[in-house]
């Protein structure tokens, strides 16, 4: 079946430090990946996307890569900031039609 | 403007009654769903409509009946109330091609007591 597994948190950072998430994903055929952020009180935002082998999806000083070959779409950040503190949320789509399954989600905190 | 909209954005209500969350969409996306968070954050996808046209009903009690009067807005009714539905219930849109993202409403905190 297609699923999401995620590191398990909370991560405790300090600003300026360099963050890894790790995300792995078991699919059939060629999903697209997702990277959500959920602030405190909010819906999910879409973070960054990648919707085939090898691409890079970034945004917002955010990137991960489409890893076909170790399943893998880790998401990093070279410098964190205190507002980067939230929960994330690696996703995955597996086929048209078929709703978005979502990893279990990681909690982030950063301390000036 | 808001993209997609839920209201409320908090209900708390006793057990066994029965209760609505709406939510609208301006983004003229095809597809709305609706997705469960419980208190550990872990997302469940509950329902999905395509064009007023249900694609995915999960295994969720049949006390929770969808309702989409056209493709910009989907309800959710839930029927006598229990207190493990208490979770935020979250809408999403998107278009229907699997490379989209979906935008999602800020999430309905439904307690019951």
């Known amino acids: 079946g297609n699923s999401v597994t995620q590191m398990e948190g909370p991560v405790t950072l300090s600003e300026e430090a360099f963050l890894t998430i790790n995300c792995t994903y078991t699919?059939?055929?060629?999903?697209?990946l997702f990277w959500y952020v959920q602030y405190p009180g909010e819906g999910l935002q879409l973070l960054l996307k990648a919707t085939k082998a090898d691409d890079k999806g970034s945004n917002k000083g955010f990137e991960a890569t489409y890893r076909k070959e170790t399943t893998s779409f880790h998401l990093e950040k070279g410098s964190v900031q205190v507002s980067d503190s939230a929960v994330y949320f690696c996703a995955l789509s597996p086929t048209a039609g078929t709703a978005l399954i979502f990893g279990k989600g990681t909690t982030l905190s950063v301390s000036s | 403007d808001t993209a997609v909209s839920q209201t409320p954005k908090y209900l708390v209500t006793q057990m066994g009654n029965d209760k609505s969350i709406k939510c609208e969409q301006n983004l003229g996306h095809d597809t709305m769903y609706w997705y469960k968070q419980d208190s550990k954050k872990f997302l469940k996808i509950m329902f999905s409509y395509n064009n007023k046209e249900l694609i995915i009903n999960e295994t969720v009690p049949n006390r929770f009946s969808p309702k989409s009067p056209d493709k910009a807005h989907l309800n959710l009714h839930i029927n006598s109330l229990e207190l493990g539905d208490s979770a935020v219930y979250f809408c999403a849109s998107s278009h229907r091609d699997r490379g989209h993202g979906y935008t999602f409403g800020s999430g309905t905190r439904l307690t019951v007591v």
């Open positions: 699919a059939t055929g060629y999903p697209s």
